[in-house]
């Protein structure tokens, strides 16, 4: 459930910590998929998982919908250990805009970044954007986006961190750095006096409301830095890179997963006689 120090520190951060929330098998599971896919290139295809990156050869490889990739990815559509959080925090339960289902996953992906490859600075609350708001009004939380990021290895000093600046997702000015530090090639959030670099165990969880402002530090040890990143938010929104979901998976899902991976059927026109 949602504790009232999880909803003070997301209010007053942007973020929480979620600690433990995957198993050792859960997480054993996760890598084991990604340890047993080919070597695929931004633009390839293995499956129904697509080869992507953030625009440049220093951001990393993004294994793009990899709740494609079975069950260890399947289970955290709804994982317990987030899912009421997300629901809290999009806020659509009981509105006009949970009419398809609480929530909606506009994009999945795995990112593996290797040493000297970080991503840069971006979102926060200013200038801001619709699909990325914080919002509380009327006694509930209105955000266009929460993203779940999860550890799929330790990530401690010198493993490219996720970096986040608490607190900007309610800032009114632009950060004086965000211009130096922003995505791009070889850029990354290390400089930014503000940020915050998140250390996290294999199997920790990052909440956090997509207008807060955040990017990576570089990795500079040897190894891959594995996380998977979920992002949703109400059931009206549409699919970020313009993925759909195979019908081979939403035959798996359960009935609440669906709704949660495809909220809305397209009604087709009678046939013309």
């Known amino acids: ?6 909803i003070y520190r997301f209010d007053l951060r942007g973020y929480i910590h979620l600690k433990g929330a995957l198993s050792s098998d859960e997480v054993r599971a996760a890598n084991t998929v990604i340890d047993s896919f080919p070597e695929i290139k931004p633009g390839e295809w293995h499956g ?68 000297g490859e970080a991503i840069g600075i971006h979102s926060g609350g ?3 954007t619709q699909r990325g708001q914080f919002r509380y009004h009327n006694g509930r939380f209105m955000c266009g986006q929460v993203n779940v990021l999860m550890a799929l290895t330790d990530i401690g000093a010198g493993d490219g961190g996720t970096m986040l600046i608490p607190g900007s997702h309610k800032s009114n000015f632009k950060l004086p750095a965000f211009d130096e530090a922003r995505m791009g090639p070889g850029r990354s959030v ?16 990052l909440v956090f409301v997509d207008s807060t402002c ?55 026109r009678p046939v013309e006689v």
């Open 190 to 205: 290390d400089a930014v006096e503000e940020a915050i670099e998140i250390y996290m165990e294999a199997g920790d969880v």
């Open 1 to 6: 459930m949602v504790s009232d120090v999880d």
């Open 48 to 115: 129904h998982v697509h080869g992507h990156s953030y625009g440049d050869e220093t951001s990393g490889l993004n294994l793009q919908q990899i709740y494609e990739g079975g069950e260890a990815f399947e289970r955290l559509i709804d994982h317990p250990s987030w899912i009421e959080h997300v629901k809290h925090f999009v806020g659509s339960t009981g509105t006009f805009d949970s009419h398809h289902g609480p929530v909606f996953i506009d994009e999945n992906f795995v990112s593996l970044r290797q040493p």
């Open 214 to 268: 955040h990017g990576s530090a570089k990795r500079v040890n040897p190894g891959t830095r594995r996380i998977c990143v979920y992002r949703y938010g109400p059931s009206w929104g549409n699919f970020r890179h313009g993925y759909e979901p195979s019908d081979e998976l939403l035959e798996r899902l359960t009935p609440e997963q669906r709704t949660i991976v495809q909220p809305q059927k397209t009604i087709p």
């Open 126 to 128: 200013f200038p801001g």
